[in-house]
C-alpha cells in the first residue's frame, strides 16, 4: 500500500486563545506532534480497515487540517477538515489521550469513507467511522454493551457494535460495504453481502446477546 505520509499532508490549528483551560490542556496532554501522528495513523488503519489499497480506490483527498477550537458539541468533519471543541477537552474527567485518538480515529472515517453520493443513512454513516474507532481500541467505557440498542441504524457505538458483529460473519464485510457505497446506497446491500435482510441479521444479532 502506498504510504499515506507520502501523499498526504497533514495541518493542526489551534484556533481558539492559548490561555483557555481546554487549549492550555490540549497542548499539555496532546499536542501538535501527538495530533499530527495520529492523524497519519488513523489514515493508514482506515485504508487497512477498508481495504481502500490503491489510490483510485480512495477520495483525492492531498490535505487535512485539524482545527482546535472554541465551540460547542465535541467534533464535526467539514470536507476535509476536523473541528475539535476545546470546551469538551477542559471538561473531560477521564483518559483525555485515549478519548482525543478515538475521536480523531471517528472523524477521520469521514474524510475516507463513502457515502453513497448522499444516500447512506447518517447513522450507518456514524456506525462506521465508530467501528473504526471499535477495531482500533479506542471504544471508550460509556459506549454500549454489544446487543443493546434499538435499531440498526441508530448510529454511533450501538451500529457499530451491530456492524462488528456483521465483520465476525463475513470477515471484510465493513469494507466491503464502504465499497458498495461509493456512488449508491441501498439496504440490499446487506442481502448482497450476507445472504440476509438488515432487520433479520438485527433480530439475530439481539438474539444472541439476550440468551
Same mark, same amino acid.
Given at each position: 500500500?502506498?504510504?499515506?505520509?507520502?501523499?498526504?499532508?497533514?495541518?493542526?490549528?489551534? $484556533?481558539?486563545?492559548?490561555? +483557555? /483551560?481546554?487549549? #492550555?490542556?490540549?497542548?499539555? %496532554?496532546?499536542?501538535?506532534?501527538?495530533?499530527?501522528?495520529?492523524?497519519?495513523?488513523?489514515?493508514?488503519?482506515?485504508?487497512?480497515?477498508?481495504?481502500?489499497?490503491?489510490?483510485?480506490?480512495?477520495?483525492?483527498?492531498?490535505?487535512?487540517?485539524?482545527?482546535?477550537?472554541?465551540?460547542?458539541?465535541?467534533?464535526?468533519?467539514?470536507? $476535509?477538515?476536523?473541528?475539535? +471543541? /476545546?470546551?469538551? #477537552?477542559?471538561?473531560?474527567? %477521564?483518559?483525555?489521550?485515549?478519548?482525543?485518538?478515538?475521536?480523531?480515529?471517528?472523524?477521520m472515517t469521514?474524510?475516507?469513507?463513502?457515502?453513497?453520493?448522499?444516500?447512506?443513512?447518517?447513522g450507518l454513516?456514524?456506525?462506521?467511522?465508530?467501528?473504526?474507532?471499535?477495531?482500533?481500541?479506542?471504544?471508550?467505557?460509556?459506549?454500549?454493551?454489544?446487543?443493546?440498542?434499538?435499531?440498526?441504524?441508530?448510529?454511533?457505538?450501538?451500529?457499530?457494535?451491530?456492524?462488528?458483529?456483521?465483520?465476525?460473519?463475513?470477515?471484510?464485510?465493513?469494507?466491503?460495504?464502504?465499497?458498495?457505497?461509493?456512488?449508491?446506497?441501498?439496504?440490499?446491500?446487506?442481502?448482497?453481502?450476507?445472504?440476509?435482510?438488515?432487520?433479520?441479521?438485527?433480530?439475530?444479532?439481539?438474539?444472541?446477546?439476550?440468551?
Amino acid at each position: 500500500m502506498e504510504s499515506n505520509s507520502a501523499v498526504i499532508q497533514y495541518h493542526v490549528i489551534i $484556533n481558539s486563545p492559548r490561555t +483557555s /483551560t481546554g487549549s #492550555v490542556r490540549y497542548a499539555q %496532554e496532546i499536542g501538535i506532534e501527538l495530533s499530527k501522528q495520529t492523524l497519519t495513523n488513523a489514515t493508514d488503519f482506515i485504508w487497512t480497515l477498508l481495504q481502500l489499497n490503491k489510490e483510485t480506490e480512495r477520495k483525492g483527498v492531498q490535505e487535512i487540517s485539524l482545527i482546535i477550537e472554541d465551540m460547542e458539541g465535541v467534533a464535526y468533519t467539514d470536507d $476535509n477538515e476536523i473541528h475539535f +471543541s /476545546t470546551k469538551y #477537552v477542559a471538561n473531560y474527567s %477521564e483518559d483525555l489521550k485515549s478519548e482525543v485518538i478515538g475521536i480523531l480515529y471517528h472523524e477521520m472515517t469521514h474524510i475516507w469513507q463513502w457515502n453513497g453520493n448522499g444516500k447512506t443513512p447518517g447513522g450507518l454513516i456514524e456506525g462506521i467511522a465508530d467501528l473504526v474507532r471499535l477495531k482500533a481500541n479506542y471504544a471508550p467505557s460509556h459506549w454500549v454493551q454489544p446487543g443493546q440498542g434499538e435499531r440498526w441504524d441508530q448510529g454511533y457505538d450501538v451500529t457499530s457494535r451491530f456492524l462488528d458483529y456483521c465483520n465476525d460473519l463475513r470477515d471484510g464485510f465493513g469494507a466491503d460495504l464502504n465499497k458498495k457505497m461509493r456512488s449508491d446506497y441501498k439496504v440490499e446491500y446487506f442481502v448482497e453481502l450476507l445472504g440476509k435482510p438488515v432487520h433479520q441479521l438485527w433480530n439475530e444479532y439481539k438474539a444472541k446477546h439476550t440468551r
